[in-house]
């Protein structure tokens, strides 16, 4: 069944972490654009549709001075939540079963109110149901982000939505069953020669792509009733009639134009003042498909970079990377940028050591030569390209050797590495340093649990048993392995490559520590 909404709620989501939804994200994008961010510490946080919640289970393991508060209109969404926020103790997060219309008349302000993968997904009156929730529960300051499937990037491919909808109401069965015959569908009229592939071969590509998608995470995105593709104008007159003001938008790369779109088209953006029409320009011009929009309630402008570092200099920046070098490259979808010179390995050295704040980047007398403005720029185009990283609280270097003995000292991480298996999906660890959530793969999340858990010795033999159990297999070259000693000869491999990347950054992180 589904809600009176026209939302599906008899087939669950799929469990995943989205990393824009961090406060510490949200602050940033705000600072960065010249607007006063609510507090680092003792906020509240609202994440509307929240599904199985572990964005929302996550950040609050990674925030413990945070409130957390999570609605879904699925109990089963609710239930999951509920057994996470139960399983790791998280004495700071809770989730409510409600449709947005039916929410707790004492519920408060909050400085953060999320919703990712809802607002083209339910009908108008729900759609107003968000705004009035935004009027009413979002405090004076505070930050929204909202995403939504995004015009003209959808553009040739909603033809594809219409028929799988259509295609799936004929058919027998339950819903996925029937989502897979419609994909099914769509690659047999794709593969002979339907026109509207033909003239869409970015469409019938496409179509490859499903194939690929949990099946769960298709019939929520394609069977429910509404659907909705925007323009960023729509959604940006919408919120500014609930009382927000556009700030800026995920990822951060796309606060800056100039890594959005092509040279040739740059001048445009130099002779466009109103920011709203340079995100209109900008989607034209990448073809923007998706958009993270952040909203804010009352901005407070920061008029300079003295004023930013006086409202937020509490961001930490640090260096991913083990060994960083230059030139940095990143594609980005549309622009493929190259960061090089000796500015960049400057601030590469002086963050080597530990992370650092803006200000004391500005005042580091190795990068005295470059002036305050341009090297706050330069820090926060190396962030949108992810040189250089962001972190809640400072982080030290990525250490050179392992402690003998480590642990997990999180309860909320030590019950998703318990509960983990080999299913395809990647596990997202909270950190308390950086205040978000790291993923890994579920191959390395099992074989990091069997190390610190059981011991590196026989971690290879038991590892290869769960896979054999699992029905999962080794690969090399995208084939099978079936020889025994080649299989344990790949897996002792990994287990190698553990050691000396991963556990040493999860070290770094505080995710693990020493025992």
């Known amino acids: 069944m589904s809600s009176g909404t026209g939302y599906i709620t008899d087939v669950s989501y799929i469990p995943g972490f989205f990393a824009n939804l961090a406060p510490t994200s949200l602050r940033y994008v705000a600072a960065l654009n010249r607007v006063s961010p609510p507090p680092a510490g003792g906020f509240r946080f609202l994440e509307l549709g929240c599904g199985l919640g572990r964005s929302l289970t996550t950040l609050a393991a990674a925030n413990p001075h945070g409130e957390f508060v999570g609605v879904d209109i699925n109990p089963e969404h609710t239930a999951f939540a509920s057994n996470d926020i139960a399983a790791g103790g998280l004495s700071n997060a809770r989730v409510i079963t409600s449709g947005f219309d039916g929410l707790p008349a004492d519920l408060g302000r909050f400085d953060f109110i999320t919703l990712h993968g ?4 339910v009908s108008p009156a729900v759609r107003e149901q968000i705004h009035e929730v935004i009027r009413r529960n979002l405090a004076p300051g505070g930050l929204m982000l909202v995403s939504y499937n995004a015009l003209p990037g959808w553009a040739h491919l909603q033809p594809i939505r219409g028929i799988l909808r259509q295609y799936a109401a004929l058919r027998q069965g339950d819903r996925i069953l029937r989502i897979r015959e419609a994909v099914n569908y769509l690659v047999y009229i794709r593969d002979k020669h339907a026109k509207y592939f033909d003239d869409n071969p970015r469409a019938a590509a496409y179509v490859d792509s499903l194939l690929k998608m949990d099946p769960r995470y298709l019939v929520h995105e394609y069977l429910n009733e509404h659907w909705t593709s925007f323009y960023f104008a729509e959604v940006a007159t919408a919120f500014r009639d609930a009382g927000l003001a556009f700030t800026g938008s995920m990822p951060y790369h796309t606060n800056f134009w100039d890594l959005c779109v092509r040279p040739e088209f740059q001048e445009l953006f130099r002779t466009t003042s109103d920011r709203l029409v340079t995100e209109a320009h900008k989607d ?3 073809n923007t498909a998706f958009r993270w929009d952040v909203f804010c309630r009352d901005p ?19 260096i991913p990377a083990q060994h960083p070098q230059l030139p940095f490259q990143a594609n980005l979808g549309v622009v493929t940028t190259t960061l090089h010179g000796p500015v ?8 080597k050591d530990g992370s650092r704040r803006l200000g004391e980047i500005l005042a580091a007398p190795a990068l005295a030569g470059v002036p305050r403005d341009e090297l706050a720029k330069i820090v926060d185009v190396g962030v949108a390209l992810g040189l250089v990283g962001l972190s809640a609280g400072p982080l030290g270097p990525t250490p050179e050797a392992l402690p003998e003995r480590l642990v997990v000292p999180c309860r909320f991480n030590r019950a998703l590495l318990a509960a983990c298996g080999l299913t395809g999906q990647t596990l997202t660890l909270a950190s308390t340093r950086t205040g978000t959530g790291h993923s890994l793969g579920d191959f390395e999340a099992v074989l990091v649990h069997e190390m610190l858990e059981r011991g590196r010795e026989g971690a290879a033999e038991r590892l290869d048993g769960r896979l054999q159990t699992s029905g999962r297999t080794v690969q090399r070259d995208g084939k099978p392995v079936s020889d025994a000693a080649e299989r344990r000869k790949i897996i002792d491999d990994r287990i190698a490559e553990v050691q000396r990347t991963m556990l040493p950054q999860l070290l770094r992180l505080g995710i693990v520590a020493p025992g």
Do not use: H, M, N, T
């Open 118 to 121: 809802v607002y083209s997904w």
């Open 300 to 318: 407070q402008p920061l008029a300079g970079l003295d004023d930013r570092l006086r409202a937020a200099d509490d961001f930490q920046f640090f």
């Open 344 to 351: 960049y390995q400057g601030l590469i050295d002086l963050l």
């Open 284 to 286: 034209f011009c990448a």
